[in-house]
Each structure stands twice: as structure tokens, then as C-alpha cells.
């Protein structure tokens, strides 16, 4: 596998349910993120994790739980969501956080709440 | 605030050239993103600009003005896989970056 791969691709879930998202780069980048990108609306920066630790959380709802076990994987942990948080999930990684790096995204997990 | 607009939605013919406009209001500059996302596709880098001018890749060409707070993305020769959308964002002061919602690009042949 190259770049960044995200697991599962479509998933859906009632409110109750707990699941996780997986995101996995394969470019030995130092920095990983999280978006929500909901139609029409720009892309939300969620979470930052730069070296395993996290460096940024933009107000983002309690249950949405992020976890950076290495640098190379990334979950979003999901539990009790509400039909609004349905959108598509990006991971995305970079070489550092910041400076003039580019971030390379996975495909996304398209999630439905139901 | 910050901002960035860019048009909703374009439409142009195969074989011919199209601009999508990006014009941003943010709290510093550290550079200017273009990038390509094909519907249920990870968005793909295509460009970075952090000086004026012009930058050409191949048939993608992106400009950027930072006095104005201005930046387009010229495409040539347009391709049926063109179809996409653009993603425009900029890096804040804070190296943070914030992205526009995206220009929908619809080819005809």
C-alpha cells in the first residue's frame, strides 16, 4: 500500500452505536489529520497529532475521540453521534506540521447516521 | 473572520480553457493550496503558490497576487477527467490551513 489508506470506506451507524475509524500513511510523515467534509461546505479541520501528540482540537464534540497510537496510524473513535456529524472523514498526513508542507489525504470514510 | 470564496460551480467544454478564481481574506499568508478532488476521491495536491506570479505545471497553471488577495487556476486543453472539484486554501499566520468550499468543474463534450 502507497500514500494514505482509510478504513472502513462507507460505514453506517445508528446513534447508539460505538465504531472506529482507521487511517493509515505509508509516507513516514511526522504529522496526521483529521477533517470533516460535509457537501458544499468547506473542508473542517478536527484534529492535529504532530509526532503522536496532539497538537490541535478545534472544538470538536466530545464524541468524537481521536487516538495516534505511532505515527503512521490514526482512529477516530465515534460513540452516541447525531444524524448532523453524517459527512465524509478525511485523514490526511504531512512531513511537519506547518511550514510549507503539503498534506496528502486518504480517500475518506463516508459515514451515515441514522 | 477568515475567508475564502471561490464560485460553486463552473462548466466548460472538452478541448477548451477554463479559470476558477479564488479570493481570500485570512489572518497572515504562508502560501496558497490548489487541490483536485474527484466525487468519492481523496483531494489531490496541484499547486502551491507563496509568491506573486505565475506557476505553470503541465496543462494546470496557478497565479497568485498576494496584494489583492487573489489567486486563479488556469486549466488547458480540458479533458473529460477533468471533471472534479477544485479545493482552494491558504495557510494562515498560525500555519493553519483554511480552505474555500470547493468549485465544482463540469466538462461537456
Known amino acids: 500500500e502507497t500514500g494514505v489508506t482509510q478504513t472502513p470506506r462507507h460505514l453506517v451507524m445508528g446513534m447508539t452505536n460505538k465504531k472506529s475509524l482507521k487511517c493509515e500513511q505509508h509516507?513516514?510523515?511526522?504529522?496526521m489529520y483529521w477533517y470533516k467534509q460535509s457537501a458544499k461546505k468547506p473542508l473542517e479541520l478536527m484534529f492535529v497529532y504532530s509526532l503522536e501528540e496532539r497538537v490541535e482540537n478545534n472544538s470538536v464534540p466530545s464524541r468524537f475521540s481521536p487516538e495516534c497510537p505511532n505515527s503512521s496510524h490514526l482512529f477516530l473513535h465515534l460513540h452516541t453521534l447525531q444524524p448532523e456529524d453524517s459527512a465524509l472523514y478525511l485523514c490526511a498526513s504531512s512531513q511537519e506540521r506547518g511550514g510549507a508542507d503539503t498534506q496528502y489525504f486518504g480517500p475518506g470514510t463516508r459515514l451515515t447516521v441514522l | 473572520g477568515q475567508n475564502i470564496d471561490q464560485p460553486t460551480e463552473m462548466t466548460a467544454t472538452e478541448g477548451a480553457i477554463v479559470q476558477i478564481n479564488c479570493t481570500y481574506q485570512t489572518s497572515g499568508f504562508n502560501g496558497l493550496f490548489w487541490y483536485q478532488q474527484h466525487a468519492g476521491e481523496a483531494p489531490t495536491f496541484l499547486s502551491y503558490n507563496v509568491l506573486d506570479g505565475l506557476e505553470e505545471k503541465g496543462r494546470f497553471s496557478s497565479f497568485l497576487s498576494r496584494s489583492k488577495g487573489y489567486s486563479y487556476l488556469l486549466l488547458k486543453e480540458l479533458q473529460m477527467k477533468d471533471s472534479a472539484s477544485y479545493l482552494c486554501a491558504v495557510r494562515d499566520s498560525n500555519y493553519q490551513l483554511i480552505w474555500g468550499a470547493g468549485t465544482k468543474l463540469i466538462i461537456k463534450p
Open positions: 509516507l513516514g510523515h511526522n504529522a
